[in-house]
């Protein structure tokens, strides 16, 4: 099997496991129990917080573990716009989000929130200048992706950061994509609020972290015990948070090389189908992008059959759609940077990780040639 599709999710580091394996056996307490079965647990939650918080540059105080990226952003969201409404219901993100965000804007806008939905250029960039004139005085919160996960674009968050912070705006960043992968500093940036997520880098699933500054006002997200400084209560997944931890320092730790490596595979890949295959368009930036992602549209090539003979020759990796009741939808990132429906349909995703080899890619470029020329020849056949 050849193995692209870790934007979706990656493997389990085997050290990850490794690390959660005792606390499910042996230290099973409850981490609000006073006996010693119980501080082990405790300091695990503490150790996780601190291993974080280094690699931000915040304090441990203010990461709350959270069951993964989705559940960061609806928190981010939902606790904002109901903490600020005092100031406002004004909410600022863009059309490339995950649905995590827009899915929580659409929900909020039932509730009474008006959200403006920023444009991105052809490479899935946002426009600094519109996201200063869409800034208002009821404005509470900007959330922008720090980096795309279709077509891996990144965002200029800094600048971002800095715009929200001269106008008193929170700013909110869904990080899922880029926390483990680069070095992220949220001071530097004015990151308030910023979602990751544990499977994205090599973690368990179902585990993440939201990073919320101090100076924002914030109530309880789930009601019950006194977890999580009370804002977010339930017995702690104590060794989900374990694998947390142990993935972020091995992601941390092995960062350096693993970009160098993913850069070069990419570039090789992207170059690679360019020669070999016309008609193409490569979809986000060429080089402000994520070390692992290569996204291209194959004109007149539908993604969906492609992507199973790719899986029949052991291929993983996916498409520019998403299969809703049945039917498939353009994917709305690809709309965005201005492809066609039909072009949207037609593209596919291939996000490497640190274990692939130029031989894979050398397969899968043979194979995807083979692929796209018989897709292609069947439909002039028709
Ligand atoms: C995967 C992903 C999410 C969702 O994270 P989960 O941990 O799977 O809930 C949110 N945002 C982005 C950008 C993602 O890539």
């Known amino acids: 099997m050849i193995y692209l599709d870790n934007a979706a999710t990656t493997k389990t580091a085997p050290e990850v496991v490794e690390a959660m394996l005792p606390y499910f056996t042996e230290y099973y307490g409850n981490a609000g129990s006073i006996y010693g079965l119980g501080s082990r647990s405790k300091k695990v939650i503490i150790n996780a917080k601190e291993v974080i918080a280094e690699t931000l540059g915040t304090d441990a105080n203010e990461i709350y573990i959270t069951a993964g990226g989705t559940e960061s952003d609806n928190w981010a969201l939902k606790a904002v716009y109901e903490a600020y409404q005092d100031k406002g219901r004004h909410i600022i993100t863009t059309k490339i989000e995950h649905h995590a965000v827009l899915h929580t804007c659409e929900y909020l806008e039932k509730r009474g929130a008006q959200v403006t939905y920023l444009n991105v250029d052809e490479n899935g960039v946002v426009d600094v200048e519109q996201l200063k004139k869409a800034i208002r005085p009821d404005t509470i919160l900007i959330s922008v992706m720090y980096a795309n996960n279709e077509i891996g674009t990144l965002q200029p968050i800094r600048e971002i950061g800095e715009i929200a912070a001269e106008h008193g705006v929170l700013f909110h960043t869904d990080a899922v994509q880029a926390y483990g992968q680069i070095p992220i500093n949220v001071s530097e940036c004015h990151i308030d609020l910023l979602s990751a997520s544990g499977h994205k880098f090599n973690g368990p699933k179902g585990v993440g972290f939201l990073y919320i500054n101090r100076k924002v006002r914030m109530h309880s997200f789930v009601h019950g015990g006194r977890q999580e400084r009370g804002r977010r209560a339930g017995t702690e997944n104590i060794p989900a948070i374990a694998g947390l931890a142990a993935a972020v320092k091995r992601a941390f730790h092995i960062m350096g090389e693993k970009t160098k490596k993913e850069i070069e595979l990419r570039d090789y890949l992207i170059t690679r189908i360019e020669q070999e295959i016309s008609h193409i368009r490569l ?100």
């Open 283 to 382: 979809n986000g930036h060429r080089t402000k992008r994520l070390p692992g992602n290569v996204n291209f549209s194959f004109e007149a090539v539908e993604s969906e059959s492609a992507l199973i003979m790719l899986d029949m020759q052991g291929i993983c990796a996916s498409g520019g759609s998403a299969c809703t009741t049945g039917s498939l939808d353009p994917s709305h990132v690809l709309l965005a940077i201005g492809l066609s429906p039909e072009l949207a349909r037609a593209s596919i995703r291939l996000t490497l990780s640190e274990d692939n080899t130029k031989e894979e890619i050398d397969i899968v470029v043979e194979e995807l040639a083979k692929i796209v020329a018989k897709l292609r020849g069947m439909r002039e056949d028709r």
